[in-house]
């Protein structure tokens, strides 16, 4: 029998979760063994879920080795091997120092990872993702960042919000009756995009919507700096254009807020090349330039803040392919290994970079 371990959340401000109650009941009619570890902060109550077995958070570190341990963020730092096979989404494979620990980690065990961002269907598709959500909250952060900045001030602490009406109104009254902002997006066509536009144009903001035809020129690209706020909405790639190089922070322009809702400063294809670090809920903006303000805002789990509809979307789309995690050498579960079995074999490349 199968044996999925759905392990808590251990990081701050995470509240989602990859698999609903009505998964689990499927999960367990088809014949799979399934553990939820307990988790007061998840966004759907404990109580909600029926027919599996439960355990303590943390527990996983002591789950029968024969166990598939599910979760979605990072797990704790620490130098601990790994011996189980993980379903996350890693951060491993662009060459980051963190992703480069974790896959050490997996050596060491002879554990394997299934990175979530690397599920595909056969025309290169994901076949799961956050990436609505992530528009969609990453560009309320922004425009919250944007009202602040006005003000010369910090963007506040964020916090969850629970509905997308809710994030609605925080940031409309944040917004108050001031004019809108211009707002330009990389990646518009993409499902962050779309969320990041949806967002936009609810609160009655200007956008200039962007994809692969308007970049394929390879930069630079003045236009960026014409607007309030830029919100890079795209997965790099080696043959990804600089969007922000680090001159911008002093150059001519309108420009105030960058949400990089990608976030991707540890990498070296990254396009956003006037920051180095994420941002966090306690401390949203980044400001890297001071007059005039530029801030950056990347926050690398921007769903959280709507954790209970994210988590429903996300659970949806991913339950087919974990019930078919029974055959882990084909379909979407072949391809991620795969991606392991190449990255692992490049530690060798990171540690020297």
């Not at 690209?221 to 990804?240: G, V, Y």
């Amino acid at each position: 029998m199968t044996h999925i371990w759905i392990r808590a959340e251990e990081r701050l401000n995470e509240q989602r979760v990859g698999v609903t109650p009505d998964g689990v009941t499927e999960l367990v009619h088809a014949g799979f063994q399934v553990t939820l570890e307990e988790d007061p902060t998840r966004a759907i109550p404990l109580v909600d879920y029926t027919g599996c077995s439960l355990a303590a958070t943390g527990s996983w570190r002591n789950a029968p080795k024969d166990a598939i341990i599910f979760g979605l963020k990072e797990l704790p730092e620490d130098d601990s091997p790994l011996v189980h096979r993980h379903i996350m989404f890693g951060h491993a494979y662009k060459g980051q120092p963190d992703g480069a620990r974790l896959l050490k980690r997996f050596k060491r065990g002879g554990g394997r990872l299934y990175d979530l961002e690397y599920f595909t269907d056969d025309t290169g598709c994901r076949v799961a993702a956050f990436g609505y959500w992530a528009g969609y909250a990453g560009a309320a952060v922004a425009l919250k960042c944007w009202a602040a900045a006005r003000s010369g001030l910090f963007c506040a602490p964020l916090t969850t919000f629970p509905s997308s009406g809710a994030l609605q109104e925080h940031i409309a009254s944040d917004l108050g009756t001031d004019a809108r902002p211009k707002v330009i997006i990389i990646g518009a066509l993409g499902r962050v995009g779309s969320g990041a536009r949806d967002f936009c144009l609810a609160m009655g903001a200007e956008v200039t919507g962007w994809d692969m035809a308007q970049t394929a020129q390879g930069g630079p690209f003045p236009e960026i700096l014409t607007h309030d706020i830029f919100l890079n909405c795209i997965l790099a790639s080696s043959s990804t254009p600089v969007f922000v190089p680090a001159s911008a922070a002093s150059a001519p322009r309108e420009l105030r807020v960058i949400g990089d809702i990608a976030c991707d400063p540890g990498s070296a294809i990254s396009p956003i090349k006037i920051y180095d670090r994420i941002t966090s809920w306690k401390h949203p903006a980044l400001r890297v330039h001071e007059n005039p303000i530029l801030d950056v805002m990347a926050i690398d789990n921007l769903p959280s803040l709507l954790p209970r509809e994210s988590s429903e979307d996300f659970a949806a789309q991913l339950l087919p392919s974990l019930l078919e995690l029974r055959d882990m050498a084909h379909g979407v579960w072949g391809k991620a290994g795969a991606h392991f079995d190449t990255h692992i074999s490049m530690l060798g490349k990171y540690a020297a970079s």
